[in-house]
Structure formats: C-alpha cells, structure tokens
C-alpha cells in the first residue's frame, strides 16, 4: 500500500513562491500518475497538476498555468509542486494523490485517486 506525506505548506504573501514536496513510500510508482489536487472553502476538490512516472509527462490546470510546476525526484520517490506567482485565491489545502488511471490529464480532471496524502495548508494572504 502506497503512503503519500506532503510538506512545505505555509504562509506566504501574494506574488511569493512556495515549493510542495510529496514523499511516496511502499508499493511502486512504475506506470503511475502523482498528481496535486487543492480544496478551498466551499470549493470541490480539484486538479492542479498531474505528472505521469515512467514518462514525466505532465497536465497542469488552466488556472495555474505557467505559474507552477510539477516535477519528480526518482531516487527520492518525492514530487514537487513549484508555486510562483501567488494568488490570494491559491489558498487552500494541497493534497498529493496516487491515480486510479493511467493518464495524466484523467487523473486531474476526472479526480479519479486511490490513495490520499494528508493534505498540507497553503494560505496566501498579506
């Protein structure tokens, strides 16, 4: 079974960065789509950006496009999610996940996950 631990979430002023790490442990990420899902107050929870193992082949949502990036770290099995340009309305809880499908735009904009991380807070605000 696949465990997800996210950290780097914090408090950071409009315009900043921040830089989300997602640690994988067990199981094996051969084949798979990790992606970064975010939900805010009276918001569903949503895709951000979804990148697929073996190819590094990537999906980012319209909404923060150009402003983050996702990348991963093999030997470390841990995926970043690079955040620049900060809005006030990136504020919410980000959650690493493991799809269900194969895919990297499937697994953002279906929301189709088998496992969860925790989720860690990201608040923008001055």
């Known amino acids: 079974q696949v465990q997800l631990v996210e950290s780097g979430g914090g408090l950071v002023q409009p315009g900043g960065s921040l830089r989300l790490s997602c640690v994988a442990s067990?199981?094996?990420?051969?084949?798979?789509?990790i992606g970064w899902f975010r939900q805010a107050p009276g918001k569903q929870r949503e895709g951000v950006a979804c990148?697929?193992?073996?190819?590094?082949?990537?999906y980012y949502d319209a909404s923060i496009k150009g402003r983050f990036t996702i990348s991963r770290d093999n030997a470390k099995k841990t995926v970043y999610l690079q955040m620049s340009s900060l809005r006030p309305d990136d504020t919410a809880v980000y959650f690493c996940a493991l799809g269900r499908l194969t895919t990297t735009q499937d697994v953002c904009t279906k929301n189709d996950v088998r496992y969860w991380g925790q989720g860690t807070q990201v608040t923008v605000s001055s």
């Open positions: 067990g199981g094996t990420l051969d084949w798979a789509v």
């Open positions: 990148i697929q193992w073996n190819y590094n082949h990537t």
